[in-house]
C-alpha cells in the first residue's frame, strides 16, 4: 500500500463519514415521518420485499467479487483491453442473471395474495412497491455494472458523491411528499423511480468521463468467457460463500421467532439496529482499504504484504474494540431512552451479540486479504458453517432460548471465521507461518483486557452520569467513556505492537501530504 494507495483510501473513508452521517440523519426522519404519516403496516410491507429481492438477488452469485479480484492485476499494469474484456464478461453474465431475478419475480409475485393476506392493504400496494424496488436491482444488472471498475481501482469516493447525493435529495422530497401531498405513498414509489434512473444516468456519465476507453459489451462477453475460465470458477466457489453469508445474517429472527415471540423477535431487532449501524460506521471508514489491498497483493512482495496486513489488523482492532466495548456499556441506556426499559435483553444474550460483533467486524482484515488472492476455494467451510449455524441455534434454542439461539451462531463463527480463516490465509495466501498471526493477537486481546479493566475501574471511581436519565447525559457519557476506553487501547497497542506505531505515521504522513 504505497502512498497513492493510502491517499485514495483517505479520500474514499472521509467521503463515505460525511455521507454516513447525513444519511444517518435522513433515514432517522425519514422512518419517524414514514410511521408517521402511513402507519406501520406500509414500513413492514416494504422490509418483507426488500428482504424477498435480497432473496433474489442470490443469484448474483458472487460475480461482482470474482470480476473485481480479477481487475486488480490489469488495472495495477493499466492493461486496458485486458480490463475491457473482464467487463465485457461480468456484463454478459450479468445479463442472464437479470433474466433469472426477472422469472424468479414473476413466479414471487403470483404468491403474493397468500403472502400478504394478512396486511390489510391493497395488493397494489405490494405489486407497486416489488416492482419499483426490483428495478434498481435490475439497472445494476443491465446498465451500471461497469462501475466495478471504480471500486477496484479505490475511486469508490467518487460513486458515493454521486449516487449518496441522487439519495438523499430523493430521501427529502419524498419526506415532504409523504407529510404534505395527498396520496405521498403514490408520490413515495414515484421519487423512487425516478432516482433510480437518476443514478444510472449519472453514474453512467461518471465512468464515461474517468474511463473514455472503456468500451465493454455483453455479446463480447460471451466470445470471451472461455479465455477467462478463472472468473467462472470463482464465480462457483463465491456461490457457497454468500449463501452462507445469508444463512449467517437472516436465520436467526426466524429461529427466535420460533421458539418466543414476536415481541423478543423486536427486542432482538432493536439491538440489531445499534449493531448494524455501528457496523456501517466501521465500513465507511475500512471498506474502501479493500480495493487497496487488491492492488497491493497484484504489485507487492510478501514482506511488505505482511507488513500492511499486520498494520491492518492493528488499526481495525483498535476501533473494533473500542466499539463492542460502548455497545455493551452504552445499549441498555440507550434502548432505555429510546423505547423503555421493558425492551431491555439481558446482560448474557447482550454480551453474546457483542461478541458475535466483534467477529463480524475483526474477519474484515483476514477477508480482504483473501478475496485479494481469490481464496474462495474452501466452498466447504461456508457449508459448514451454514449447518452449523442453523443446527446449533435450533438445539441450544430449544434448551435455553435466544442466549442458546446466539450461542449456535458465536460457535460457528468462532471456528470457521475465528480459526480456520486466517489459517487459510495464512497456508494458502502469505504462505508463511501462522505463529506470527497468534502472538499479535495474543498481544492484541491482552492489550484489550487491561483496557477493560482499568475503563471499567475508572468509570465507576470517577464518572457519576447516568447515561438512561436524558440525552444529554448519555451523549456525555459516552463520549467520556468511550473516549477513555480508545485513548487507553491505542496507547497499549502503540507500546505492544509494531503494526500501530507504523499504521499510526502512515496516516500522519497522508494527511500531511493532503
Given at each position: 500500500?504505497?502512498?497513492?494507495?493510502?491517499?485514495?483510501?483517505?479520500?474514499?473513508?472521509?467521503?463515505?463519514?460525511?455521507?454516513?452521517?447525513?444519511?444517518?440523519?435522513?433515514?432517522?426522519?425519514?422512518?419517524?415521518?414514514?410511521?408517521?404519516?402511513?402507519?406501520?403496516?406500509?414500513?413492514?410491507?416494504?422490509?418483507?420485499?426488500?428482504?424477498?429481492?435480497?432473496?433474489?438477488?442470490?443469484?448474483?452469485?458472487?460475480?461482482?467479487?470474482?470480476?473485481?479480484?480479477?481487475?486488480?492485476?490489469?488495472?495495477?499494469?493499466?492493461?486496458?483491453?485486458?480490463?475491457?474484456?473482464?467487463?465485457?464478461?461480468?456484463?454478459?453474465?450479468?445479463?442472464?442473471?437479470?433474466?433469472?431475478?426477472?422469472?424468479?419475480?414473476?413466479?414471487?409475485?403470483?404468491?403474493?395474495?397468500?403472502?400478504?393476506?394478512?396486511?390489510?392493504?391493497?395488493?397494489?400496494?405490494?405489486?407497486?412497491?416489488?416492482?419499483?424496488?426490483?428495478?434498481?436491482?435490475?439497472?445494476?444488472?443491465?446498465?451500471?455494472?461497469?462501475?466495478?471498475?471504480?471500486?477496484?481501482?479505490?475511486?469508490e469516493y467518487k460513486i458515493t458523491i454521486y449516487v449518496k447525493s441522487i439519495t438523499i435529495i430523493k430521501s427529502a422530497l419524498q419526506i415532504l411528499a409523504i407529510a404534505y401531498l395527498p396520496e405521498g405513498y403514490i408520490w413515495w414509489l414515484c421519487l423512487e423511480f425516478i432516482a433510480v434512473i437518476?443514478?444510472?444516468?449519472?453514474?453512467?456519465?461518471?465512468?464515461?468521463?474517468?474511463?473514455?476507453?472503456?468500451?465493454?459489451?455483453?455479446?463480447?462477453?460471451?466470445?470471451?468467457?472461455?479465455?477467462?475460465?478463472?472468473?467462472?470458477?470463482?464465480?462457483?466457489?463465491?456461490?457457497?460463500?454468500?449463501?452462507?453469508?445469508?444463512?449467517?445474517?437472516?436465520?436467526?429472527?426466524?429461529?427466535?421467532?420460533?421458539?418466543?415471540?414476536?415481541?423478543?423477535?423486536?427486542?432482538?431487532?432493536?439491538?440489531?439496529?445499534?449493531?448494524?449501524?455501528?457496523?456501517?460506521?466501521?465500513?465507511?471508514?475500512?471498506?474502501?482499504?479493500?480495493?487497496?489491498?487488491?492492488?497491493?497483493?497484484?504489485?507487492?512482495?510478501?514482506?511488505?504484504?505482511?507488513?500492511?496486513?499486520?498494520?491492518?489488523?492493528?488499526?481495525?482492532?483498535?476501533?473494533?474494540?473500542?466499539?463492542?466495548?460502548?455497545?455493551?456499556?452504552?445499549?441498555?441506556?440507550?434502548?432505555?431512552?429510546?423505547?423503555?426499559?421493558?425492551?431491555?435483553?439481558?446482560?448474557?444474550?447482550?454480551?453474546?451479540?457483542?461478541?458475535?460483533?466483534?467477529?463480524?467486524?475483526?474477519?474484515?482484515?483476514?477477508?480482504?486479504?483473501?478475496?485479494?488472492?481469490?481464496?474462495?476455494?474452501?466452498?466447504?467451510?461456508?457449508?459448514?458453517?451454514?449447518?452449523?449455524?442453523?443446527?446449533?441455534?435450533?438445539?441450544?434454542?430449544?434448551?435455553?432460548?435466544?442466549?442458546?439461539?446466539?450461542?449456535?451462531?458465536?460457535?460457528?463463527?468462532?471456528?470457521?471465521?475465528?480459526?480456520?480463516?486466517?489459517?487459510?490465509?495464512?497456508?494458502?495466501?502469505?504462505?508463511?507461518?501462522?505463529?506470527?498471526?497468534?502472538?499479535?493477537?495474543?498481544?492484541?486481546?491482552?492489550?484489550?483486557?487491561?483496557?477493560?479493566?482499568?475503563?471499567?475501574?475508572?468509570?465507576?471511581?470517577?464518572?457519576?452520569?447516568?447515561?438512561?436519565?436524558?440525552?444529554?447525559?448519555?451523549?456525555?457519557?459516552?463520549?467520556?467513556?468511550?473516549?477513555?476506553?480508545?485513548?487507553?487501547?491505542?496507547?497499549?497497542?502503540?507500546?505492544?505492537?509494531?503494526?500501530?506505531?507504523?499504521?499510526?505515521?502512515?496516516?500522519?504522513?497522508?494527511?500531511?501530504?493532503?
Open positions: 500500500m504505497n502512498g497513492s494507495r493510502t491517499q485514495k483510501s483517505i479520500q474514499n473513508v472521509r467521503i463515505a463519514l460525511v455521507y454516513y452521517f447525513i444519511n444517518l440523519i435522513i433515514n432517522f426522519l425519514s422512518r419517524k415521518v414514514f410511521i408517521e404519516y402511513l402507519g406501520t403496516e406500509i414500513l413492514g410491507l416494504n422490509t418483507t420485499i426488500v428482504n424477498l429481492l435480497q432473496f433474489l438477488n442470490l443469484a448474483e452469485l458472487g460475480i461482482g467479487a470474482a470480476i473485481s479480484y480479477t481487475l486488480y492485476e490489469p488495472l495495477a499494469n493499466n492493461n486496458k483491453n485486458k480490463i475491457n474484456e473482464i467487463v465485457s464478461i461480468q456484463g454478459y453474465m450479468y445479463r442472464r442473471i437479470a433474466g433469472f431475478v426477472i422469472g424468479g419475480a414473476f413466479i414471487l409475485m403470483c404468491f403474493f395474495p397468500l403472502i400478504f393476506a394478512k396486511t390489510g392493504l391493497p395488493l397494489w400496494y405490494t405489486y407497486s412497491t416489488f416492482i419499483v424496488l426490483l428495478s434498481g436491482s435490475l439497472a445494476g444488472y443491465y446498465f451500471n455494472y461497469r462501475q466495478i471498475v471504480l471500486t477496484a481501482d479505490q475511486k437518476s443514478m444510472t444516468t449519472a453514474v453512467n456519465r461518471l465512468i464515461k468521463r474517468e474511463y473514455p476507453w472503456l468500451s465493454a459489451r455483453a455479446k463480447t462477453g460471451k466470445e470471451l468467457k472461455g479465455k477467462y475460465t478463472g472468473i467462472i470458477q470463482k464465480t462457483k466457489q463465491l456461490f457457497f460463500h454468500k449463501v452462507g453469508s445469508y444463512v449467517l445474517t437472516q436465520t436467526s429472527p426466524v429461529v427466535i421467532y420460533a421458539y418466543t415471540t414476536l415481541t423478543m423477535v423486536a427486542i432482538y431487532g432493536n439491538y440489531m439496529l445499534i449493531i448494524m449501524g455501528i457496523i456501517a460506521l466501521l465500513a465507511a471508514i475500512f471498506n474502501s482499504i479493500s480495493a487497496g489491498v487488491g492492488n497491493l497483493v497484484a504489485s507487492s512482495n510478501k514482506k511488505h504484504i505482511l507488513k500492511v496486513f499486520e498494520e491492518l489488523f492493528c488499526s481495525r482492532f483498535l476501533f473494533t474494540g473500542t466499539a463492542c466495548y460502548c455497545t455493551y456499556k452504552l445499549a441498555p441506556a440507550f434502548i432505555t431512552l429510546w423505547v423503555g426499559s421493558e425492551y431491555l435483553l439481558d446482560n448474557l444474550s447482550l454480551a453474546i451479540m457483542v461478541a458475535i460483533m466483534y467477529i463480524n467486524l475483526i474477519r474484515t482484515v483476514v477477508d480482504s486479504f483473501i478475496n485479494a488472492y481469490g481464496l474462495f476455494q474452501d466452498i466447504w467451510a461456508p457449508v459448514v458453517e451454514a449447518l452449523l449455524n442453523i443446527g446449533l441455534s435450533i438445539l441450544l434454542g430449544y434448551w435455553w432460548g435466544i442466549s442458546g439461539i446466539l450461542c449456535g451462531v458465536l460457535i460457528s463463527l468462532l471456528l470457521i471465521v475465528f480459526t480456520w480463516k486466517p489459517v487459510f490465509l495464512f497456508r494458502k495466501g502469505f504462505q508463511a507461518s501462522i505463529r506470527s498471526y497468534i502472538y499479535l493477537y495474543i498481544k492484541s486481546i491482552l492489550a484489550l483486557l487491561i483496557t477493560t479493566g482499568l475503563a471499567v475501574y475508572i468509570s465507576s471511581r470517577f464518572i457519576s452520569i447516568d447515561p438512561a436519565s436524558s440525552y444529554a447525559n448519555f451523549i456525555l457519557y459516552a463520549a467520556l467513556t468511550g473516549g477513555i476506553f480508545f485513548i487507553l487501547l491505542f496507547a497499549l497497542l502503540y507500546l505492544f505492537n509494531k503494526g500501530t506505531r507504523d499504521f499510526t505515521k502512515r496516516i500522519i504522513r497522508s494527511c500531511t501530504y493532503i
